[in-house]
């Protein structure tokens, strides 16, 4: 899905039924802030939205995932496109969560000999600490690249509003967490839960 293209399209049509970012937002019951960052492509309208907010603007859930209007002879090509799209987002973000635990794996079996090595063999002061040095780098290295994977992949949902968002990075490296779920504030409704991954944004 092109989230940008989708955002101007949003606007466009926004504008075309004479509406302000504040009163499109006043029918919807969200806040403005929420249809400015869909229209600069930074978020997606949540499942709940997308029928209203067609409704509103005269568009098929369709036309709004193609960001542009399509005839009759194009709806069907345009759905299975669309479908298509959601389908690649949910892969790409799979392959994103398996190369971070992949990642993750590796750095264990990287760091870990080079601290027993430094431990269990008799070498100069300043090279076991090198050893350790290396190994201790080789982590903070593989869990920086593990979650910076893990954070693009897809996205994460309040149990409150529903809101998809990602995180800033230090939210979510501080973030307790559980295998699929993570501590996080949400930016709609401000509530602190545990946010549920999901695959597409």
Known sequence: MDQIKIGR????????KGYTQRQLADILGISDKTISKWECGNGFPE??????????LDLSVNEL???????ENEYRK?????????VKEAQESKKKIILSAMVAGLVIIAAVPLFVISGALV???????????????TIIMGIVIACILDRDAG??????????????????IMGPHTLTKRKLHCPKCGSNKYCRHVLTK
């Open 9 to 16: 399209f949003i606007a466009a049509e926004r504008k075309r």
């Open 47 to 56: 499942v709940s939205f997308l029928l209203p907010l067609c409704d509103e």
């Open 65 to 71: 995932l193609a960001g542009e209007r399509v005839s």
């Open 78 to 86: 345009k759905a299975e496109e669309n479908m298509m799209n959601l």
């Open 123 to 137: 070498m100069e002061t300043w090279l076991r600490f090198l050893l350790m040095g290396i190994g201790l780098l």
């Open 155 to 172: 996205a994460f949902e309040c149990p409150a509003c529903h809101e998809r968002f990602v995180p800033e990075m230090r939210e979510y």
